[in-house]
């Protein structure tokens, strides 16, 4: 294995995950044979079932009357209930089959991360730095971000007792501000405890006075504390990047705006403008983006280029991202393998109506997403700039509404931002494409203990 102190291991995990494929490869035999015949006829139903579903979801989604939506939903709930059905038959019929084959989906896809993740911390021009605690840490908490998370788990006395100060946000004060006025006083690293969209505030002040920055996940999403590896679950053990390794990632910026995630103009801010948005988001959805999947509501009238030149004078959704994200399945994004990669990754979405967007969707979750008049995507390292015919463009900012006056000039700081993990905080295993035949023979090299080259 080239000098790969985990050689040995890696070895049997591919092994392991070989004979997982194994065991499914059994499993689905048994189910075929358990079914009687059963089998393809539950396929075909299920896949007929889901494209009726998201058929009648879709509609349900975007009309108007109320008689219309009701309908779509039970015709929904029948072919959900007859595919239940089937699957309760075959399911009895072929138990063993079924067990066997859930084992073995399940294995595969941990024994194969095993095999082909990372053995030790990640290298690269954001490499961890030895941990040099900081002497007067300070953290911003935010008593309401995540209905409360903060309070419900004690965490501004957890950090006082930590020997941490803390401030607790009130209405009215200003994060940057307070993060400022910390930092004269004396404070040499700066953390936010709370969601997304407070992050960027306290972390141009850390970039600037070029003190670490330290993300504790209480709100509600935290997309940023998921990309950097933090268990969004369990916020109170963040507080131990106070005293972790450092690491330095990419930021990026919008005019004078720093964002950590993403920038969202068009209709995805639109939605976050809404007063309505924090306390019902599925509601305010409802309310705002049918009328712009129809084509009722104009696009966004704006201008841009990519590297080759080509020109972008409308969009439905121009999200601007802090490097790239993956396309996951049938969501539009999904994490970012890195952040100290140094591009923007530009996204338009152009679809005008529901069907084109529905077709998109479709694309992307059988990973067949080209660019096309809908959709295009690209990363740059250098910068983007949107011209608009308007004083104030909404727009999202790490989910958080604001207004931006044009012209826009969006780029990235390479590893400009100094974080703090936890010493605990072990390597994100790699993404493997399971379904993937070039894992299948990445697998089989690892297992016959040839070097494992880059996939």
């Given at each position: ?39 393809f ?45 089937d ?19 399940l294995?595969?896809g ?24 900081p002497?007067?840490p ?13 309070e ?22 200003d ?28 972390a ?17 999403r ?27 990632i ?16 068009g209709?995805?801010a ?28 104009a ?11 080509r ?27 890195r ?10 979405l ?11 969707v ?12 809908e ?29 931006l006056?044009?012209p ?7 590893l ?40």
């Amino acid at each position: 294995m080239g000098g790969d102190p985990g050689g040995a291991a890696r070895r049997w995990w591919a092994r392991a995950a070989l004979a997982a494929l194994l065991v499914m490869a059994g499993g689905l035999a048994l189910v075929a044979v358990g079914s009687d015949g059963g089998l393809f006829a539950l396929v075909v139903g299920a896949v007929l079932g889901l494209a009726v579903v998201a058929a009648t979801g879709w509609w349900a989604f975007t009309t108007r009357r109320v008689w219309k939506r009701r309908l779509n939903l039970a015709v929904a709930a029948l072919v959900v209930a007859y595919v239940l059905l089937d699957l309760v038959v075959v399911g009895l019929q072929g138990a063993v089959g079924v067990l066997v084959l859930t084992a073995g989906v399940l294995g595969y896809g941990a024994t194969a991360r095993r095999a082909l993740g990372p053995v030790a911390a990640p290298t690269g021009p954001g490499e961890s730095a030895p941990a040099i605690p900081p002497a007067r840490p300070w953290l911003l908490v935010n008593p309401r971000s995540g209905g409360g998370k903060a309070e419900r788990l004690g965490l501004a006395a957890a950090a006082r007792a930590r020997g941490i100060q803390v401030h607790e946000l009130v209405p009215g004060d200003d994060p940057a501000t307070l993060a400022r006025q910390a930092v004269a006083a004396g404070a040499d690293a700066v953390g936010v405890a709370g969601g997304d969209g407070s992050l960027g505030l306290v972390a141009a002040v850390a970039v600037e006075a070029d003190v670490p920055f330290v993300c504790v996940p209480s709100g509600t999403r935290n997309h940023f504390a998921a990309d950097l590896g933090l268990d969004r679950a369990d916020p109170l053990a963040a507080l131990d990047a106070f005293a972790g390794p450092e690491r330095r990632i990419d930021v990026g910026v919008v005019g004078e705006r720093m964002f950590m995630n993403n920038v969202s103009l068009g209709a995805y801010a639109e939605l976050v403008a809404e007063p309505r948005y924090r306390a019902g988001k599925l509601t305010t959805a409802h309310a705002v983006l049918p009328g712009a999947l129809r084509g009722e509501r104009a696009l966004l009238q704006v201008a841009f280029q990519d590297p080759q030149g080509r020109r972008y004078q409308d969009v439905l959704v121009l999200l601007v991202a802090n490097n790239g994200y993956e396309l996951q399945g049938a969501a539009v994004l999904g994490a970012r393998e890195r952040l100290d990669g140094g591009v923007l990754q530009i996204s338009a979405l152009r679809a005008r109506t529901g069907a084109e967007l529905a077709g998109l969707v479709a694309r992307i979750a059988a990973r067949r997403s080209r660019a096309g008049p809908e959709w295009a995507q690209w990363t740059t390292t250098t910068t983007l700039r949107v011209d608009a015919d308007l004083a104030d463009l909404p727009a999202g900012i790490d989910g958080e509404a604001v207004t931006l006056a044009p012209p826009l000039e969006f780029r990235v700081l390479p590893l400009a931002l100094r974080v703090l993990l936890p010493p605990a905080l072990r390597p994100r295993a790699a993404r493997v494409g399971l379904r993937s035949w070039a894992t299948v023979r990445r697998l089989w090299a690892v297992a016959a203990g040839r070097a494992l080259g880059p996939g």
